[in-house]
């Protein structure tokens, strides 16, 4: 099962001592790979260079900055494949930047095909 | 109790449980063993009971499962038969089923109103309609906060299996929260609230009493029995014939419930080999109380030292309140409103009853009468529960 996990920091956390290094990022990336359970994942530049897109009644409007007008910017994010949420959840309270900011963990939508398939086999194993 | 009912109660849990983890699927689960004490109370009164009414339920249930699986398949021969595991070994099943189904269903990652209504639904059983009248709410948002936290659980996939021992620890506080706080509602409408409101206590019992039977080695667990226990002993005391609120010195102590006393402190006198959390501490006070042959004999240094130990563990303004009723009563009221006065300058509970109502008790202890009306009258006004609040006017009013 595949889960993403979205991260977040505050806008004005960059300055805590807590703040992750690019060391960290790379430690864990690492040990998503040895674990076996990376499926992608990457860093974005800083919020303020986010461009948001609507179209309305066939019009693009654009706007300068990321979508939501939250407190929390994302920096980025990882996909994992995992057997259940408390094997994400694990995981996500080791992602860098967890002690200052947020991790929210989402399971990816299976496509109609693997459903079907995960249907059957939840129904075997139980 | 006909053998169905005592059937429902004893075994139901169980099955559902059983079920759900085989099919990792807790509606299905629940459904199917909907159906399969419909198929008892059709049969069981003409063919007769079962010699092992669980797991005459627990096959019934599975077959009706199964049934449901294949009519979901698109075509008939879509192999369920092939991938279905073996039924259930009748009476086989393992107490782990119905700690997995408590601990899914009390899963840190639901709301906590939506774990507390799972909690009702699947393993104590009770119908939607119940539980929303036990919280207050409209059917329909009870029905849909359930209907919510079940796709969460199989779409996020919170598995049914036990968590390893690191996760342990966090867990099992999880269940405990949600049990307590079943209790506290069911204790908060006690004398005026409808019976289905007040039964929540019993129900949050007999769900402790099932939560300690499978971890009898949890001191929090056993702790919070124990408390329920002390708690509920005074039910019966804490009205009087009019339905009046009687405030804990005045009550009448013949009515404790002693059967009820006696087995949480036997409880108690099971714990202390692990760490001592805020479950384990309340209940010996509460049991401090309990043994006292009257108010004026409580041994209230000991009890103000425990809400000591209590502020350290699991700190609160509420906690502090009541330490300070404590320390007022140990070492004098000018001690307790020492420690009261910060939590009131805080003001975070400036709309806490029983806070103005223990400042109203140690001032009049002190001799300052106009001080205490004031704050006996803001008590009152505070007061949501009217036998309550008839209780504090009483006393703004001075008899």
């Known amino acids: ?126 | 109790m006909t053998p169905l009912e005592r059937a429902f109660r004893e075994e139901r849990a169980q099955v559902v449980a059983t079920l759900a983890r085989r099919l990792g699927d807790l509606q299905l689960a629940e459904d199917a063993v909907s159906d399969a004490f419909a198929a008892a109370a059709a049969t069981w009164p003409s063919a007769g009971v079962p010699d092992r009414p669980g797991a005459w339920l627990t096959t019934t249930a599975w077959r009706k499962a199964l049934d449901v699986l294949r009519r979901e398949r698109s075509t008939p021969d879509d192999g369920v038969d092939a991938v279905v595991p073996p039924p259930p070994e009748p009476g086989l099943y393992g107490e782990d089923d119905l700690l997995q189904l408590v601990l899914t269903c009390c899963h840190p990652a639901l709301a906590i109103d939506a774990r507390v209504a799972l909690t009702l639904r699947h393993v104590a059983g009770l119908s939607v309609p119940e539980i929303a009248a036990g919280f207050l709410v409209a059917e329909d948002t009870m029905a849909k906060r359930l209907v919510r936290a079940r796709t969460k659980i199989r779409q996020s996939r919170i598995s049914f299996e036990l968590p390893g021992a690191e996760a342990w620890g966090e867990r099992l506080a999880s269940v405990q929260a949600v049990l307590y706080l079943v209790f506290t509602e069911g204790h908060l409408a006690s004398g005026d609230g409808p019976a289905v409101r007040t039964e929540l206590c019993d129900e949050a019992i007999w769900l402790a009493r099932q939560v300690h039977r499978l971890v009898p080695d949890d001191g929090e667990t056993t702790g919070l029995l124990a408390l329920m226990l002390l708690q509920h002993s005074r039910a019966e005391a804490r009205h009087d014939d009019a339905g009046r609120l009687v405030s804990f010195a005045e009550q009448d102590r013949s009515r404790w419930d002693v059967r009820a006393i006696g087995e949480a402190r036997e409880l108690l006198a099971t714990t202390g080999r692990g760490p001592v959390g805020q479950y384990q501490i309340q209940a010996a006070i509460a049991a401090l109380h309990a043994a006292a042959p009257t108010a004026e004999e409580i041994n209230w240094s000991r009890i103000a030292d425990l809400y000591g130990l209590l502020a350290r563990v699991a700190p609160s303004p509420v906690v502090t309140v009541n330490r300070a009723v404590a320390v007022g009563r140990a070492d004098g009221p000018r001690a307790g409103i020492a420690l009261l006065l910060p939590v009131l300058a805080e003001g975070r509970l400036a709309g806490y009853a029983p806070m103005q109502a223990a400042y109203a008790d140690l001032l009049e202890r002190a001799g300052d009468d106009a001080g205490a009306t004031a704050a006996w009258r803001r008590a009152a006004e505070l007061s949501r529960n009217p036998a309550e609040q008839a209780a504090l006017q009483r006393r703004a009013s001075g008899n």
């Open chain 1, 1 to 126: 099962m595949q889960y993403l996990m979205l991260l977040a920091l505050p806008a004005d956390a960059g300055d805590s001592p807590d703040a992750p290094q690019p060391e960290d990022w790379t430690a864990y990336t690492q040990a998503l790979v040895e674990a076996g359970i990376m499926v992608s994942g990457a860093g974005l530049q800083g919020a303020e260079t986010a461009t948001t897109v609507q179209v309305r009644n066939g019009e693009r409007l654009l706007t300068d900055g990321p979508f939501a007008d939250t407190k929390e910017h994302l920096l980025g994010f990882y996909v994992i494949d995992v057997p259940d949420l408390d094997t994400a959840l694990e995981w996500a309270s080791k992602v860098p930047n967890v002690r200052t900011g947020s991790v929210e963990v989402r399971p990816v939508m299976p496509t109609a095909e693997a459903a079907r398939v995960d249907a059957t086999a939840s129904a075997a194993v139980g």
